[in-house]
């Protein structure tokens, strides 16, 4: 996973609240045994026609939105369906960071789980953002070590969760956190089977 410090990236807006995980990643891009080729799943339904050509009025696929790497989204993001694929789809077309009033749970935990960052601020605030970005250049920039988001010429603070900011910015998941103990996973057990000698002699009947 790559490191996430400070990142400058264009943004787009899609304000409507209760978008689901079938519209984020519909169940045609389930079928597959790995995570392959869902950039393309990503709001197909929205971003393509029945003939798989591009729609033009999506926001995805209009001139200059090329390389999206941040969402403003509406209330309750992400509802419905467990489905991992969509927080694999988002990050495989390049979302680094998703910003919203607040997220459906599952959806929340799958995210923190694969490194996509999702931060919840005040709808106000959120309002301000969208507001502005529409007479600037559609950039934004996140800050993890500031805990700080830039925007046009303005700037908001926001509250990550320590854990989940430290695993973004050493570039690091859950595996990877796993792996950093490893050390002190196997002194545990070496100690543990050592007090415990009966478990290895159980094992090996």
């Known amino acids: 996973m790559a490191r996430f410090t400070r990142l400058t990236g264009r943004v787009a807006a ?4 209760n978008i689901d995980t079938d519209v984020i990643m519909p169940k045609l891009f389930l079928k597959g045994i790995d995570r392959e080729g869902l950039a393309r799943g990503l709001f197909h339904d ?7 050509q591009p729609r033009p009025d999506f926001l995805f696929n209009r001139p200059g939105m090329a390389d ?7 209330a309750n993001f992400g509802c419905g369906s467990s489905r991992e694929h969509a927080v694999w789809g988002l990050l495989q077309y390049g979302i680094r960071a998703i910003i919203g009033s607040s997220f459906a749970g599952i959806f929340a935990d799958n995210s923190k789980n694969n490194g996509l960052l999702l931060i919840e601020l ?19 920039t996140i800050d993890l070590e500031a805990q700080r ?27 990877g956190e796993t792996l950093a ?3 002190q996973i196997r002194a545990f057990e070496n100690r543990y089977l050592s007090e415990n000698p ?5 094992a090996g009947e």
């Open 14 to 17: 899609l304000p409507a609240a």
């Open 46 to 52: 929205l971003r393509f026609d029945e003939q798989g």
């Open 68 to 74: 999206i790497s941040f969402l403003i989204v509406g």
């Open 122 to 140: 005040d709808p106000v605030v959120l309002g301000t953002i969208m507001q502005s970005l529409e007479n600037a250049t559609g950039m934004i």
């Open 149 to 175: 988001i830039d925007w046009a010429d303005r700037s908001a603070a926001v509250d990550i969760e320590p854990a989940i900011r430290r695993a973004l910015m050493l570039g690091i998941d859950r595996i």
């Open 181 to 183: 103990r490893a050390e």
């Open 198 to 202: 009966w478990l290895v002699e159980t």
